[in-house]
């Protein structure tokens, strides 16, 4: 290694440290320091995105969460979004019944707020606890008034939603985090819901893809947040995601800061893959369900 790519290496590990985020190759001193502060504390409970296996679900919905199961893990956030893939909401209850899962959440997209009703009749049905918007369908160059208006329907939503004890989210990505004007619109949207009827849910990857400290939401936010997108990158600002334990964000110190984290809900979510999407999530499970923190 020449002179400038061990300070640019050098630099780059800094920047992770400061925000938030852990270097991906640990010297042995660093991983004494992160034993020794270690509580004992593992997850209770691993969920997954079914994002993550969408391909294996789109061919074969069934034998997909059948393979989720036998992965490890217990519940499931949904995709509505997707309509399920198209299958009926009473056979997909038998099929998630029958593995064990519980889906306890599912990602929609913003038009499903048109007809709540129906979305929260299939929500119950499916024993959703949380339906999550996942996008926004804004045409166009996105305004702060976009974000006001569609916090005011959260919160219009989430009343309603409460009524059937559900919870009405919003899931962030990367360009929500991008100033409008000086102002960052994801942090509008946050300050302008009422956390007493919407719960929101933390993508750690997206915030990161951002080049935003997922941490310092945390510190600026965490109480807002009742589910998480447990999600790595290779490097602040980069645009895929990588194996967990295989990039820069600290999941031990995350999971530290998160109150009551056995009533929340962490969804491990990969978008792109090394080899087969199935061989990562095995490996994703793996590291998080063995994490001390």
């Not at 519940?75 to 519980?102: A, K």
């Not at 980069?238 to 990039?247: R, Y």
Request: a neutral charge; aromatic letters at 8%.
């Amino acid at each position: 290694m020449n002179r400038r790519d061990f300070l640019s290496s050098a630099g780059a590990a800094l920047a992770a440290s400061q925000l938030g985020c852990a270097p991906a190759v640990r010297t042995v001193g660093d991983v004494g320091a992160s034993v020794a502060g270690m509580s004992g504390r593992r997850l209770k409970t691993v969920g997954i995105q079914l994002y993550s296996l969408r391909d294996d679900a789109r061919r074969d919905l069934e034998s997909t969460l059948g393979q989720i199961a036998g992965m490890g893990y217990k519940t499931i956030e949904m995709l509505g979004s997707m309509n399920n893939f198209g299958m009926p909401v009473p056979q997909l209850r038998q099929i998630l019944d029958r593995n064990g899962l519980r889906a306890v959440s599912t990602h929609v997209g913003g038009n499903a707020l048109n007809d709540l009703d129906k979305t929260l009749d299939e929500a119950a049905a499916l024993g959703h606890e949380y339906v999550i918007v996942a996008s926004l369908p804004i045409q166009g160059q996105r305004t702060l008034d976009d974000y006001r208006r569609w916090a005011d329907r959260f919160n219009e939503a989430g009343r309603q939603a409460r009524t059937r004890n559900i919870w009405i989210g919003f899931h962030n990505h990367a360009n929500d985090h991008a100033p409008i004007d000086g102002t960052v619109p994801y942090d509008l949207m946050m300050d302008r819901t009422d956390p007493s009827i919407t719960r929101m849910q933390l993508d750690t990857g997206n915030t990161a893809m951002a080049s935003r400290d997922p941490l310092e939401y945390m510190r600026k936010y965490g109480p807002r947040y009742w589910s998480f997108h447990i999600k790595d990158v290779p490097a602040l600002g980069a645009k895929s995601d990588t194996e967990l334990g295989k990039g820069t964000i600290d999941f031990r110190r995350l999971f530290a800061m998160i109150e009551n984290i056995d009533q929340k809900h962490m969804f491990v979510e990969q978008e792109t893959y090394p080899g087969t999407p199935a061989d990562s999530l095995r490996r994703d499970y793996q590291y998080i369900s063995a994490l001390e923190f």
